[in-house]
C-alpha cells in the first residue's frame, strides 16, 4: 500500500517506517489512503468532505494520533480543514506534518488548516514537521495555518519544524489561552537557495495565570528569506515571552517583530530578539577542539535547530 | 617542544594623519617551552598575555616571526590543525551554545560516546559533577560552571600542550585548590605541557617558571621568588627611579 516514496516521506515527516499503531490518518495526493480508529480516538471526514475531525474522548492518556499529509502529483494544490477535539483532562501527543515529493516543473503545495479545542486540564504535544524533496524544479510550498484554543488549566506544547526543500511556507498560527493555561511553541526553519519563509504568530493571553513562551530558530542560507512576527497580547494577570534567533549566512535576510501588547496592569510580557552569523567564539571553540569550520559551522546549526 | 621566534602581532590602531597606523600588541617574542613544563604568563592588563596565548593557538595570526611545535613550523596552520597536531586552548571567556550538551562538546573532544568512559573522563577532571554531562552549554549556565566544563574539554583532548587563559574567573575560592591540583596532576601523569595565563599567585606558585610579559614583551622569565619583585612593582605605582622621578612629573614606563 505504501511505496519507497511515500515511506520516506513519511519517515521525514513523522518518523514512521510503516503504518502507526493506534490512531492515524494518511492523506496522499489529497486523498485518504488509511485510517484507523482507537477505543479513545476516533476520526472522521467533516461534513463538507474537506478535511477529518479528530475526536479525543476524555480522560485519554498516554496515546498518540498520527495525521501525515504526503504530496507527489504534479500540479496539485491541496487544501485541507482539520479539527481537533480534545476532551478534559486527556494527555496525548498529536503528530502531523506534510511531506513533498517533487518530481516535475509543476508546483506541488499543501495548506493544512488546524483547529484545536483542548478541554480543561488537557494535554497535548503537537509535532509538525515540513519536508520537500526530488528532482524536479515545481515549486513546493505548505502554507500551514493553526489556531488553537485552551480551555482553563489546558496545556499545549508545539513543535513547528520545516528543514530542507520548501520553496515557499507562509505560516499562521493563532491562539486564544484561558485561565491557568499554558502554551508553549518552539519552531524551527532552515531556508537555503531562494526560499521564503514567512511566520505570523498572534497569541491572546485571556485567561487569568495564563502563560505563552514561544521560540522561534531560524537559519537563513543562501538567497533565502525568512520574516518573522509574532505578538502577545496580554488581556488578563499572565505572563508571556517571545524568544527569537536567526543565524544569517551567505546572502541571507531576516525581518522579526516581536510585539507585545499589555491590555492589563498584572501582565508580564518579555521578548528577546537577535539576528547575526554565527558567533567567531562558537567556532574557534569548536575549532579548537579539531573540528574543521565547515564541520563547526554544521554543528552549531544543527545544535540551534535541535 | 614549543619554540617562539621574534613573534609579533600588530592591529589596526586608530587612524592617524596619515591614516591606518599598525598598533603592535606583540613586540618580538623568543622564547622556548621544554616539554613536560608548567609555565605560568602574567603581566599588567593589557600586555599582550591572552594575545600571546591566542597566537600560539593559531586564534590571532602572527604578523611576523615563526612558531615551531615539536620542530613543525606551525605559524601558518589553522586552529584546527593544530589541534590535531596537540595544542588544546581554554578560553577565558568560554562560548556558549544553543542547544549543544556538555556530553556533545566531550564527544566532539575525543569521540567517546560510551558512558563509562565519560564517567572516567569526568572523574579524572575531578571539577564536573556528573549531572552536568546532560547540561546544555548555554547562557543558563553559571560563569563557574562553564569555565568547568571548558576545563573539562580542554583535558579531555589528552594535548601536548594545553593553554588555560585564566582558568579560575568566575571559579569558588574552594575549587581553585583542586584546580591547581588537577592542572599539576595532568602535568605530572600525561606530561602535559602546561601554559596558564593568570594574575592568581596559586597558579604562579604551581609553575615551574614565570613569564612576565609588559608592553608586548618578556621582561621577566625564571621562579617566582625572583618574580616577586617586580610583580610588586609592577602592582602599584611608586614612582620608582626607573620612572625617571620621584614625583607627580615622573616618566611612566609602564
Known amino acids: 500500500m505504501l511505496d519507497a516514496l511515500d515511506k520516506e516521506l513519511l519517515k521525514a515527516v513523522a518518523d514512521l517506517e510503516d503504518i502507526p499503531k493506534g490512531a492515524y490518518n494518511i492523506r496522499k495526493n ?106 524536479g524544479s515545481g515549486k513546493r510550498s505548505l502554507n500551514p495555518t493553526t489556531k488553537v484554543f485552551l480551555e482553563e488549566g489546558a496545556q499545549v506544547e508545539m513543535e513547528l519544524t520545516q528543514i530542507g526543500g520548501v520553496d515557499e511556507a507562509d505560516r499562521l498560527n493563532e491562539a486564544t489561552l484561558e485561565a491557568s493555561s499554558m502554551l508553549m511553541i ?28 514561544m521560540i522561534s530558530r531560524s537559519v537563513i542560507k543562501g538567497d533565502s528569506k525568512q520574516n518573522f512576527y509574532a505578538t502577545i497580547e496580554a488581556l488578563a494577570k499572565c505572563f508571556g515571552h517571545i524568544e527569537c534567533d536567526a543565524i544569517i549566512m551567505d546572502n541571507g535576510t531576516n525581518e522579526t517583530i516581536p510585539a507585545l501588547k499589555a491590555m492589563h496592569p498584572d501582565a508580564e510580557l518579555t521578548h528577546e530578539a537577535s539576528i547575526g552569523k554565527i558567533a567567531n567564539e562558537q567556532l574557534m571553540k569548536l575549532m579548537s577542539l579539531g573540528l574543521s569550520y565547515d564541520d563547526a559551522v554544521n554543528r552549531i546549526i544543527q545544535g540551534f535547530l535541535k | 617542544m614549543l619554540e617562539l621566534r621574534n613573534l609579533h602581532f600588530a592591529v589596526d590602531g586608530d587612524d592617524g594623519p596619515e591614516g591606518g597606523e599598525k598598533r603592535e600588541i606583540i613586540r618580538g617574542i623568543n622564547f622556548t617551552f621544554e616539554k613536560g613544563k608548567f609555565y605560568a604568563i602574567t603581566g599588567p592588563n593589557g600586555s599582550g598575555k591572552t594575545t600571546l596565548a591566542k597566537l600560539i593557538m593559531g586564534i590571532n595570526p602572527a604578523s611576523s616571526g615563526s612558531i615551531l611545535f615539536d620542530g613543525q613550523d606551525i605559524t601558518n596552520l589553522s586552529i584546527t590543525d593544530r589541534a590535531k597536531a596537540g595544542i588544546a586552548y581554554s578560553f577565558q571567556h568560554p562560548a556558549r551554545f544553543k542547544g549543544i550538551t556538555f556530553r556533545e562538546l566531550l564527544n566532539l573532544a575525543t569521540g567517546i560516546e560510551e558512558e563509562e568512559q565519560l564517567v572516567s573522563l569526568l572523574m579524572r577532571v575531578g571539577i564536573c559533577p556528573l549531572d552536568f554531562l546532560d547540561k546544555i552549554v548555554d547562557a543558563k549556565l553559571s560563569g563557574g560552571e562553564i569555565k568547568k566544563i571548558e576545563l573539562a574539554t580542554t583535558i579531555a583532548r589528552n594535548p601536548k600542550l594545553a593553554i588555560y587563559d585564566e582558568p579560575d574567573t568566575g571559579i569558588d575560592l574552594w575549587t581553585i585548590g583542586p584546580m591547581v591540583d588537577l592542572l599539576k596532576r595532568e602535568q605530572k601523569n600525561y606530561g602535559t605541557t602546561t601554559i596558564v595565563v593568570s594574575h592568581n599567585k596559586v597558579f604562579l606558585e604551581a609553575a615551574d617558571e614565570i613569564l612576565i610579559i609588559n608592553g608586548g614583551r618578556i621582561v621577566f622569565k625564571g621562579v617566582l621568588g625572583e618574580a616577586m619583585n617586580l610583580l610588586n612593582d609592577m602592582s602599584i605605582c611608586n614612582f620608582k627611579s626607573c620612572c625617571e622621578g620621584d614625583d607627580q612629573n615622573a616618566r611612566c614606563f609602564r
Open chain 1, 30 to 135: 489529497g486523498k485518504l489512503l488509511t485510517r484507523a480508529n482507537s477505543a479513545n480516538i476516533s476520526i472522521d471526514s467533516n461534513a463538507d468532505g474537506t478535511g477529518i475531525v479528530v475526536a479525543i474522548a476524555p480522560g485519554t492518556v498516554n496515546e498518540s494520533v498520527h495525521i501525515p499529509v504526503i504530496l507527489s502529483q504534479a500540479g496539485l494544490y491541496d487544501v485541507v480543514y482539520n479539527s481537533f477535539l480534545i476532551g478534559e483532562n486527556a494527555d496525548v501527543t498529536i503528530v502531523a506534518g506534510c511531506g513533498i515529493h517533487c518530481g516535475t516543473e509543476s508546483p506541488e503545495g499543501h495548506a493544512g488548516i488546524h483547529e484545536f479545542r483542548v478541554g480543561r486540564g488537557a494535554r497535548v504535544k503537537y509535532v509538525e514537521k515540513h519536508y520537500a524533496a526530488g528532482k
Open chain 1, 186 to 213: 518552539m519552531e524551527r526553519v532552515l531556508t537555503e537557495k531562494g526560499q521564503t519563509a514567512i511566520s505570523r504568530n498572534d497569541i491572546k493571553l485571556a485567561g487569568t495565570d495564563s502563560r505563552a513562551n
